[in-house]
Antibody
């Protein structure tokens, strides 16, 4: 069974940092391009960023609102995707999902709240 | 950045047929945009219904189909069921640029 499980969300003050994790199972994680997508309360889906598989270069790309503040990485030996979020702003408050188009899977999401 | 447009809301009768569309501010949607369609029910994570215009996953009900229609990507629901009431999002990929979600269509089955 394909599964993505996010963790690491929580309450953080503006300017703070948080690292999200996404553990994958049921498919060949190392071959997959992985995305982070977020959803602010009551709003639509917003693409955050992507990391390609190492065989495709392992490069990353980010949406403009998070570029320079967020970093996506992966540990293929642990089937885990990461999202390092720095200099957090109140507008980063959202449920963060990891997803992969390769197998059409989504995690259940983890809530990040940025508030003083 | 491109803007992807969807109908904010649509209503369909049980058993009826409805088509949701997904347009791009840059022009006609083509196969090169690799359109995706996602379904999201309240309080749940999204699920992927359609990818690459019209390809389905094993869990996609047969009553859903994807196509290109009049310069847009389209999701057609034939034989709507009460459980199809949800928010539907499309996603378009842009060569050399980041993928963009549409704003979503709230589908009511009534």
């Amino acid at each position: 069974e394909v599964q993505l499980v996010e963790s690491g969300g929580g309450l953080v003050k503006p300017g703070g940092s948080l690292r999200l994790s996404c553990t994958a199972s049921g498919f060949t994680f190392s071959n997959a391009w992985m995305d982070w997508v977020r959803q602010a309360p009551g709003k639509g889906l917003e693409w955050v960023g992507r990391i390609k598989s190492k065989t495709d270069g392992g490069t990353t790309d980010y949406a403009a609102p998070v570029k320079g503040r967020f970093t996506i990485s992966r540990d293929d030996s642990k089937n885990t995707l990461f999202l390092q979020m720095n200099s957090l702003k109140t507008e980063d408050t959202a449920v963060y999902y990891c997803t992969t188009a390769d197998v059409g899977a989504w995690g259940q999401g983890t809530l990040v709240t940025v508030s003083s | 950045q491109a803007v992807v447009t969807q109908e904010p809301s649509l209503t369909v009768s049980p058993g009826g047929t409805v088509t949701l569309t997904c347009g791009s501010s840059t022009g006609a949607v083509t196969s090169g945009h690799y359109p995706y369609w996602f379904q999201q029910k309240p309080g749940q994570a999204p699920t992927t219904l359609i990818y690459d215009i019209n390809k389905k996953h094993s869990w996609t009900p047969a009553r859903f189909s994807g196509s290109l229609l009049g310069g847009k990507a389209a999701l057609t629901l034939s034989g709507a069921q009460p459980e199809d009431e949800a928010e539907y999002y499309c996603l378009l990929s842009y060569s050399g640029a980041r993928p963009v979600f549409g704003g979503g269509t709230k589908l009511t089955v009534l």
